[in-house]
């Protein structure tokens, strides 16, 4: 099984949306899956400049030859795809949308009817499950709401399955080891958990 991730934090590793991917990676890999994550500050990628050539003049290559050509490579040739990204202004930070926006060539430009609802035929016979990993500042889970529901749209749009979120608000606990070791002992063992959930059973436990 292979798993492909995006951290698309711009403070890279050194935030808590990359202490949470690292653990949940962790996980996976405990349970034998061969994983990849990708610092998405550090790429060379331009934005979708919709010229929509990569529909109709050079299908499913963007003009673009930038990060995302290999990028996109590495995603559609594996079995799950990790969204790893913080709550900004109540959505995805602008490097994960960057990303998310050159993944058209993904796509066809016919329409097809799908569960009832007008969507973009794949161009390939399948793209991998999605996975959103997230963190926010804020004390209440619904801060995450709308992110949560963008990626499970994204998904409907690109007919792939939405596997699930793994949330984490108050996110600064997570660096609170020392004063809270057995509270973060906990948080931290869960997010080791789902990622070897996902492995081996293709989905994790709210719980």
């Known amino acids: 099984m292979k798993i492909f991730a995006v951290n698309a934090s711009p403070t890279m590793t050194r935030g808590t949306t990359h202490t949470l991917l690292e653990l949940f990676l962790g996980g996976a890999r405990e349970a034998g899956a061969e994983v990849e994550s ?3 500050q550090k790429q060379k990628i331009g934005y979708c ?8 003049k050079t299908p499913g290559q963007c003009v673009q030859d930038d990060d995302m050509t290999v990028l996109r490579e590495k995603l559609s040739k594996s079995d799950f795809f990790v969204l790893a990204t913080p709550v900004y202004v109540d959505g995805m930070t602008a490097q994960a949308k960057t990303f998310v926006d050159r993944l058209i060539p993904l796509t066809d430009p016919h329409f097809e009817i799908v569960d009832d609802h007008c969507r973009h035929v794949k161009r390939l016979s399948s793209l991998p499950e999605v996975v959103l990993l997230s963190v926010c500042g804020f004390c209440e889970l619904d801060n995450f709401d709308g992110l ?3 990626v499970s749209r994204i998904c409907k749009n690109m007919q792939t399955r939405f596997v ?3 949330l984490r608000p108050a996110s600064h606990v997570l ?3 020392e004063i809270l070791p057995e ?3 906990r948080i931290k063992a869960a997010a080791v958990q789902a990622g070897r959930e996902l492995v081996e059973n293709g989905h994790f436990s709210q719980d």
Do not use: A, E, K, P
């Open 148 to 150: 949560v529901d963008h």
């Open 183 to 185: 509270q973060v002992g």
């Open 175 to 177: 660096t609170m080891d």
């Open 164 to 166: 699930g979120s793994v």
């Open 49 to 56: 400049v919709g010229c929509l050539n990569c529909w109709i």
């Open 38 to 40: 990708v610092l998405l």
